[in-house]
């Protein structure tokens, strides 16, 4: 009989992501103990909080500052988190303001709330026909939307701004082969930053927050705007340098910043359009990183592949046979030759097998041709510098 698997989660996960816990292979909940598993959004888990025997924790959410990862990657605890889920989230956020940028939607809404007191229809069409070209914008087709960073968002960005009419070009220089392969071949590449800011009306940043992008727009790269240009940050605040922008605001070199991130002293700017933080806020970003999560976990634990982990490599290795063995090890030599090694002297064949290391930490998938005993496990364990040992398919 195949192992029921428990997951503890935290927080409340989306229906449809507990819906991908089959139902008689798992047993999944609040009130579970001793979990092979966790999933949680953004409960803070405390080095305290993993109980001995759960091999992973997954987080619905892009970030994991509330898991504590290095103690996890010391026990062997692989951490997964959903990149991207919320991608299309913060799309239709960009695009939103890309439009709010362009016609004075805000100005005509706030104008329009003034005449609730005009009852009178010929009066009302005579105020609003006479003020309405106070509120005149521009279109987006035929600007060039220049996108720093093409991963998730970026792409998905540069994609829709293209379906717009636009010119889109594009800028990350460590963008990934996946990303790379996502990329509509109309994006325009660039070579550098400053070639993109000044040929872009709008420029929007996809960017993590590092300490090569903290400032990454300042006084400088705001001197190679296109004056009259859009800038738009659903990335972080930090990669806007404040003062620079306002200076940028206040001299006419760019006609609005629109962003996700209230800041002191540019409420109520004329030239600024602040969100608070809403770029993530749907129901689907919640439902899908709850899917997300729950998929690499149900993976994980059946077959024991590795996808969006933020501290194992990503492994996936197709089943040979009904017996698969999962190791952690220190990344220290020799270790492969130890485990084979066991094997042998047990007259087991090795099907297949793949090893995969990232920073201090590998993992092994061997596949046997034999179901392994109790002792062959033990023996493992045993060896230096291995982390924990499993066995996935009896
Ligand atoms: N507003 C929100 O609610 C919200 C929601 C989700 C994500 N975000 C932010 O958006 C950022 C991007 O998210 P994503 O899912 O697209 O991430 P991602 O990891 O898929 O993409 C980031 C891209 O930036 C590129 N990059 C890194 N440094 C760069 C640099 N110096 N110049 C140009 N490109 C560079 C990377 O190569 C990568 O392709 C996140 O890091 C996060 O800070 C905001």
């Known amino acids: 009989m195949s192992k029921t698997y428990t997951i503890r989660t935290y927080n409340n996960i989306a229906a449809r992501g507990l819906d991908r816990f089959p ?4 047993k999944v909940g609040a009130d579970v103990t001793s979990p092979d598993a966790i999933l949680l959004r953004s409960h803070k888990l405390g080095v ?6 759960v091999q992973a924790i997954a987080r619905a959410g892009a970030g994991v500052n509330n898991v504590p990862v290095e103690r996890c990657t010391e026990r062997g605890i692989v951490v997964f988190n959903t990149p991207g889920a919320n991608a299309n989230s913060v799309k239709e956020l960009v695009l939103t303001a890309m439009l709010l940028a362009s016609r ?15 009852d009178d229809p010929a009066e009302l069409d005579r105020v609003v026909e006479a003020e309405k070209k106070r509120f005149a ?17 970026g792409s998905l960005v540069a994609r829709a701004a293209l379906d717009l009419g636009m010119d889109v070009l594009g800028y990350d220089p460590a963008i990934s082969v996946d990303a790379a392969w996502r990329l509509p071949s109309e994006v325009q590449r660039m070579e550098n930053l400053q070639s993109l800011f000044a040929r872009a009306d709008y420029v929007t940043l996809h960017v993590p927050l590092l300490d090569e992008t903290r400032g990454m727009i300042n006084a400088e790269s705001l001197n190679a705007f296109r004056p009259g240009s859009v800038l738009l940050n659903f990335a972080r605040e930090p990669i806007v340098d404040g003062a620079a922008l306002k200076a940028a605001l206040d001299s006419g070199r760019l006609a609005k910043y629109v962003a996700d991130f209230p800041i002191a002293g540019l409420i ?15 129901e689907e970003a919640e439902e899908n990183c709850a899917v997300m999560a729950a998929n690499q976990l149900v993976n994980f634990l059946e077959t024991g592949s590795i996808t969006n982990s933020v501290n194992f490599p990503s492994v996936s290795l197709e089943a040979s046979s009904g017996f698969r063995l999962a190791v952690v090890n220190r990344n220290v030599p020799g270790m492969l030759g130890q ?8 007259g087991i064949n090795v099907v297949d097998m793949l090893n995969k290391s990232r920073g201090n930490i590998a993992y092994n998938l061997i596949d046997l041709g034999e179901a392994p005993d109790a002792g062959l496990l033990e023996a493992i364990k045993r060896v230096d510098d291995v982390v924990d040992v499993r066995v996935i398919g009896t």
Request: glycine residues 22%; positive net charge; aromatic residues 4%.
């Open 137 to 153: 914008g521009r279109e987006l087709v035929g600007k060039a939307l220049g996108v720093v960073g093409l991963g998730a968002i």
């Open 268 to 282: 109520g700017h004329p030239k600024v359009l602040l969100t608070p933080h809403l770029g993530a806020s749907t």
């Open 23 to 26: 139902a008689g292979r798992f």
């Open 48 to 53: 305290g909080d993993l109980p001995a025997g």
């Open 104 to 118: 004075d939607i805000y100005g005509g809404l706030q104008f329009v709330s003034t005449l609730g007191g005009i």
């Open 339 to 346: 485990m084979t090694t066991l094997l042998a002297e047990r």
